[in-house]
C-alpha cells in the first residue's frame, strides 16, 4: 500500500512563531539576517546561503509535511544511559565531520553555531510552544549511513538535499505521555531546571595563568668598591644600603623609601646606629 501523505502545511515564520523556551543567546545569529556568501572574503563559505536561504541561517523558517506510516512508530522507553550513547556519538560525529572537513577555523566556527541554532529549536517543539509537530524527517534520516564510507572514512559524497527539505517528510512517532493540562506546566519546570544546569558549567576553559617576569637584582657598589646586597628592581621596599667605615666611632644609615632599618657594619662593634625615613636615631 503506498504511503498516505498528509499535507498539513505548517507556517513556521519567525514572526508567527512562539519561540520562548530558545535561549536567546543560542539563536542570535537566527534571528539576524546575516549573509555568508564570500564572508570575510574566505573561500570556503561560498555557496552557504543556499543551504537553507538567504535570511534563514538555521533553517528557522520552514514548513512541514507529515507522513502517515503504514506502520505506525511508538516510541519505547529504555535506559536513559543508551540514549545519551546514542546522542554522544551524533555529539562527536558532528565534531568529527567539523574538524577533518573544514579547514578554515572561521567557517568551523560558523558552520558549528549554525549547527547548534538548528537543533536548538527542537526544544520550542518539545513543549509543544512552536506550532511544529514533534517528529522527524524519514528522508534526511534515511542517509545517516551515508555519512562513512565502508572503510571508517568520512563520505565526501553530494547526498542530494538541502536544508530547505527537512520536514518534508515528518514521522511523528505516537506512545508519549503528553497531557494537554498538565504537560505545558511539567516540561516547562523540566526545562528550566535543564537550562539551570547548562548554564551552572563552565562554558570557556580558564586562561593560562600569566607567565611571571624573573626579578633583575640590582648591585650596588660602594666607595671602597665593596659589593653591597642586591634588591629587587621590581620591589616595591628599598632596603637601606649599608655604609662602611674606616673606624668605630659611629656610622649612620639612611633610605628614602624603606620603613625597615638595617643595620651599619662597621669594623667593629664599638656603635651602631640604624635609621630608616620614617624614624630618627642618635648614634651613642
Known sequence: MFTKLALLSVAALAGNVIAAPINPKTQSLARRYFSFDNYDGISSFNGFDNFYGVDNFSGFVSSQVVVE???????????????????????????????????????????????????????????????????????????????????????????????????????????????????????????????????S????????????????????????????????????VAAATPVLTSDSSSATDSSSNSTVATPVITSDSSSATDSSSNSTSASS
Do not use: K
Open 69 to 199: 506510516q503504514q506502520e505506525e512508530v511508538v516510541c519505547q522507553s529504555i535506559s536513559i544511559e543508551i540514549v545519551q550513547q546514542r546522542l554522544l556519538v551524533l555529539q562527536e560525529m558532528a565534531r568529527r565531520i567539523i574538524t577533518e572537513q573544514i579547514c578554515e577555523v572561521e567557517t568551523q566556527t560558523v558552520v558549528f553555531q549554525q549547527f547548534v541554532s538548528s537543533c536548538s529549536q527542537f526544544s520550542s517543539d518539545l513543549l509543544r510552544t512552536s506550532g511544529r509537530h514533534v517528529g522527524f524527517d524519514s528522508n534526511i534520516v534515511s542517509h545517516f549511513g551515508s555519512i562513512v564510507n565502508s572503510d571508517g572514512s568520512l563520505s565526501t559524497d553530494d547526498l542530494g538535499f538541502c536544508g530547505l527539505e527537512a520536514g518534508q517528510s515528518i514521522v511523528v512517532p505516537t506512545g508519549n505521555n503528553w497531557d494537554s493540562t498538565t504537560s505545558p506546566s511539567s516540561c516547562g519546570n523540566a526545562y528550566s531546571a535543564a537550562l539551570s544546569a547548562s548554564s
Open 201 to 236: 558549567m563552565p562554558i570557556t576553559p580558564a586562561a593560562p595563568a600569566t607567565p611571571v617576569t624573573p626579578v633583575t637584582p640590582i648591585t650596588s657598589v660602594s666607595a671602597d668598591n665593596s659589593t653591597l646586597p642586591a634588591v629587587a628592581s621590581n620591589s616595591t
